[in-house]
């Protein structure tokens, strides 16, 4: 489990293809404080770690994480914000989130809104994948609150540290993100959908 509080970027310095699968090498200045088949976020999607060697590290993403998220969009050079996992012992200082993306979105609108930024994202209403006004969601695995909601779309507001410490500085429209949303509110979803008298 993670909190979505990126703890840095890393990046893509190899990837290698196995049949339908991709093992991706990353550099990162944590890497040595890794350990095998350890659970790390990457952009949201929880991998686990294969190898280490210097300031490098593998982990490999199946098909089926391949095409649930934007993983198999990456390429030399990207960033990935990464996250170990969460202690019990830690403040949660984010949101509960499980490091299963749901889906992807597309980034519609970047709006610079002198000192901070807005974020439009559209994505495809699936099952009991929704926002709620001030609720939280996780894109590329940052724990963020939720603006403006509506059906199939939502914005988010980007402080500054956040826009600066994240791959959010490089996302422009266009760029395909991971969603993960709210574990509660998709219980809550399921429960009012399957339960709740019609």
């Known amino acids: 489990m993670f909190s979505g509080i990126v703890e840095r970027m890393a990046t893509v310095v190899a990837i290698r293809e196995?049949?339908?699968?991709?093992?991706?090498?990353?550099?990162?200045?944590i890497a040595g404080e890794l350990k095998i088949d350890q659970?790390?976020?990457?952009?949201?999607?929880?991998?686990?770690?294969?190898s280490i060697e210097g300031d490098t590290y593998t982990v490999t993403a199946i098909y089926e994480t391949l095409i649930k998220s934007n993983l198999g969009l990456l390429r030399v050079?990207?960033?990935?914000?990464?996250?170990?996992?969460?202690?019990?012992?830690?403040?949660?200082?984010?949101?509960?989130?499980?490091?299963?993306v749901d889906q992807t979105?597309?980034?519609?609108?970047?709006?610079?809104?002198d000192g901070s930024y807005y974020y439009t994202f559209e994505y495809e209403p699936k099952g009991d994948n929704v926002t709620v006004e001030k609720g939280s969601v996780a894109v590329n695995g940052v724990s963020l609150t939720v603006v403006n909601s509506r059906e199939g779309?939502?914005?988010?507001?980007?402080?500054?540290?956040?826009?600066?410490?994240?791959?959010?500085?490089?996302i422009t429209v266009g760029t395909v993100v991971n969603i993960e949303f709210d574990i509660i509110g998709k219980y809550i979803a399921r429960l009012m959908k399957n339960y709740l008298p019609r």
């Open 18 to 29: 196995d049949r339908q699968n991709k093992t991706f090498t990353l550099r990162s200045e």
């Open 39 to 50: 659970s790390i976020s990457h952009n949201g999607v929880c991998l686990t770690v294969e």
């Open 77 to 100: 050079g990207d960033r990935v914000n990464i996250e170990r996992s969460m202690r019990p012992d830690a403040l949660l200082d984010g949101h509960i989130v499980q490091g299963h």
């Open 105 to 113: 979105a597309v980034c519609r609108a970047v709006e610079n809104a």
């Open 153 to 170: 779309s939502f914005q988010v507001a980007i402080i500054p540290y956040t826009h600066e410490h994240t791959n959010f500085r490089d």
